[in-house]
């Protein structure tokens, strides 16, 4: 059994959701193009909840293993937005999971509240598809994992 089966789930789930920005295509809702994708992004966050557990602080390098591969694989393009998106969001769900001395189900939620907002928006604005209702779209469906997660381990 892999000792650190989270923390490559983790970097493996960056790696698949930047390529998947790059080949799924956007979907026509309310008037805006939405990117499928970005409800697996919550996923995303989860993941790394639970790979730090594995892993600890070593979590930051892991997730710039994520990055740098995503780079290489995926557009450089939507890989460089969603490499500045992750870190600034990343780093904020890092530190709110770290320093929140809550139960596991209630950091998840609020480290996934805060930073799941300001991954939607730097990506979306240096992709330069910025709008109010993509960014509403964006953090309510990356909301959805942790929710999801939230209500099943509470």
Known sequence: MMKYKMTAAYIAAIVLVN?????????????????????????????????????????????????????????????????????ISE???????????RPLAQRILISSAISTPIDSAVFLEMIGHFSWLGFAMMTAAK?????AIWWRIK
């Not at 780093?91 to 999971?97: G, I, Q, R, S, T």
């Open 19 to 87: 390529i998947g920005f790059v080949y799924v295509p956007l979907v026509p809702l309310f008037g805006e193009m939405f990117p499928p994708m970005s409800i697996v992004v919550g996923a995303v966050f989860i993941l790394r909840d639970y790979a730090q557990r594995e892993i600890g602080h070593h979590i930051l390098a892991a997730m710039l293993i994520g990055a740098g591969l995503s780079y290489v694989m995926a557009d450089p393009y939507v890989a460089g937005a969603s490499l500045v998106a992750f870190l």
């Open 143 to 147: 909301m959805l994992a942790a929710g």
């Open 91 to 101: 780093l904020v769900d890092w530190y709110v999971y770290t320093f929140t001395k």
